[in-house]
């Protein structure tokens, strides 16, 4: 079976951007997934274990974020099935 990479993109306020990519984070990924981002986004940091180094960001400074691709299960406020139509720079 392969294993699954994810990628996490985080926009930040000042506009610059960082890429990351990680593995499952257990058996059950896409339950233990869509639960662990919910508890970073109710946190006032995110915490990333880069090996070498832990980065820990502050919410305040995030823009957005994107997960590549979406975990099967969702955090509970997550509304499904949307489709961008247009967007703008």
Known sequence: MTEIQRT???HY???????????P???????????KFQRMLDSNYMSLNLGDRLLIVAQANIQSIEISP????MP?????GV?????SK
């Open 8 to 10: 996490l993109t985080i």
């Open 13 to 23: 306020t000042n506009g610059s951007k960082q890429i990351f990519s990680f593995p």
């Open 25 to 35: 984070q257990s058996k059950d990924d896409t339950s233990s997934l869509a639960s």
């Open 70 to 73: 979406p975990p099967e299960k």
């Open 76 to 80: 509970p406020l997550v509304l499904n």
């Open 83 to 87: 489709k961008l139509i247009a967007e």
